[in-house]
């Protein structure tokens, strides 16, 4: 069974960068065959992909996002990361990592094939000062 | 902004089918892209209920299904239940963005 778990501060301050982690049990974010991605969901609001990384290839960021998003992964730890430059207000959300990683397609079909079949809990980041 | 629009909100009564309609263009839900579907109820994390625009993950019921027609996709839910009022959420990529991953604003379903 895949588990993914959020870790990080709960509250920013305003033009700090946010910095998350997450921990993945019963998959290897070495796999080529999967997709990491963070997606947030400010409260009250619909789902935001912020971006994805993959053991091959750079990462992929939500254009809106691109120039303060930094995403990385660590075989070592088999956990993936978040940094979020300059926060502010407008980034007040749930935070959610997840796996890419469903598709009907056989062998290893582009990205833009994958359905999110596992998502952590989702961890609370609140920007204030 | 999303480049998938589905309705605010839709309702039915319990043991009644409800649709949930997802549009979008050719750039996120044309011929080479897949829809995928998931059901969030509040406080919790999204689930997975379709992909590929029409496969269910093992543990989904069969009241739940989906199609995609041209650049618009449904979800359909028959025999609705109570436990089915939840928030659903279309899903695509995006070509015109990088083939980012794209979100449907989400349709808030109420069983009355």
């Known amino acids: 069974q895949v588990h993914l778990q959020e870790s990080g501060p709960g509250l920013a301050e305003p033009s700090e960068t946010l910095s998350l982690t997450c921990t993945v049990s019963?998959?290897?974010?070495?796999?080529?065959?999967?997709?990491w991605a963070w997606i947030r969901q400010a409260p009250g609001k619909g789902l935001e992909w912020i971006g994805s990384v993959h053991s091959r290839g750079g990462p992929k960021y939500n254009p809106s996002l691109k120039s303060r998003v930094i995403m990385s992964q660590r075989a070592s730890s088999n956990q993936f990361s978040l940094k979020l430059t300059s926060v502010t207000a407008a980034d007040t959300a749930v935070y959610y990592c997840a796996r890419a990683g469903l598709t009907a397609v056989g062998g290893l079909p582009p990205h833009y094939y994958y359905a999110v079949d596992v998502w952590g809990q989702g961890t609370t980041v609140t920007v204030s000062s | 902004q999303s480049g998938l629009t589905q309705p605010p909100s839709v309702s039915g009564a319990p043991g009644q089918r409800v649709t949930i309609s997802c549009t979008g263009s050719?750039?996120?839900?044309?011929?080479?892209?897949?829809v995928h579907w998931y059901q969030q109820f509040p406080g919790s994390a999204p689930r997975l209920l379709i992909y590929d625009s029409d496969s269910r993950p093992s543990g989904v019921p069969d009241r739940f299904s989906a199609s995609k027609s041209g650049t618009s996709a449904s979800l359909a839910i028959t025999g609705l239940q109570a436990e089915d009022e939840a928030s659903y959420y279309c899903q695509s990529y995006d070509s015109s963005l990088g083939f980012s991953m794209v979100f449907g604003g989400g349709t808030r379903l109420t069983v009355l």
């Open positions: 019963g998959a290897s974010v070495s796999s080529d065959r999967y997709y």
């Open positions: 050719s750039s996120n839900l044309g011929p080479n892209f897949r």
